[in-house]
């Protein structure tokens, strides 16, 4: 599923056109982005959460070079189901 598919959907289901509904949901996708950017989680009950986990330091080797380097703390953004999502995924 595309985010036009999305847009179609949620525009056919609410009877809001359709730019309105891009506008929304472009919008809920920048608001998401820009919380995780300065380091705060989005959680949304009955759906999920957006969050941050850290990934520690580490050495990596590049084998073309036969060099290794220091691969910073960084972090990565992950989503973690709601258990009532997971089991509608599960099929509970």
Do not use: C, W
Not at 55 to 65: C, E, G
């Amino acid at each position: 599923m595309t985010k036009a598919d999305i847009v179609g959907y949620i525009s056919k289901e609410t009877g809001i056109d359709k730019t309105t509904t891009l506008t929304v949901v472009e919008a809920f996708m920048e608001q998401v982005k820009g919380a995780l950017a300065s380091e705060e989680n989005v959680y949304l009950r009955g759906f999920g959460s957006f969050i941050l986990k850290k990934r520690a330091q580490k050495t990596a080797r590049n084998i073309t070079q036969n060099t290794t380097m220091i691969i910073p703390e960084h972090n990565i953004p992950a989503f973690k189901p709601a258990k009532v999502f997971f089991d509608a995924i599960k099929g509970e």
